[in-house]
């Protein structure tokens, strides 16, 4: 049986970005019929939500695209690099963090920036944090994480081409 493909998406709060990643790659690996072929999370690298569902304004401003945001947020371990193959950082400091985590310099292979799958955005190096930002913030966001979510997609089809 083929293993599954485990990614990790890890922002620094797990309230904002890195949960609205993990409901939209679900979503679409549902929509594509694959779900049984992917294992998708989310975490963050500030532990001081744990717990908690999705800020507010993003389960408002996601589910006014069809996705319902239900994970709790949860710290980020070492331990991850052993469940996942793709630990995707949203924005610089979040890739930094991953990289003083990582257990081991293989391990820190398993490290992506979200940006580099964001095909409709090639001017954007990050997904710029939204929690101290208005309405139009949050949409950005969410255009760029489906953007990034293809973008994955696609490079699992084809890994040589990103
Ligand atoms: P996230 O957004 O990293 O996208 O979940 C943030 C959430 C909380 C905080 C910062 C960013 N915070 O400072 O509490």
Redesign the pocket.
Known sequence: MESKTRILFV?????????AADGIMHDMVEKQGVADRFMIDSA?T?G??RGELP?ARMRSAASRRGYALTHRSRQVSEEDFDCFDMIVA?DDRNYETLNRLAPSREAARKIYRMAEFCRRHPDRTYVP???YEGHEGFELVLDMLEDGCEGIMEYLRNPARN
């Open positions: 922002c620094l709060g797990n309230i904002c970005r890195s949960p963050g500030y001081g939500h800020d949203m944090d939204p929690y």
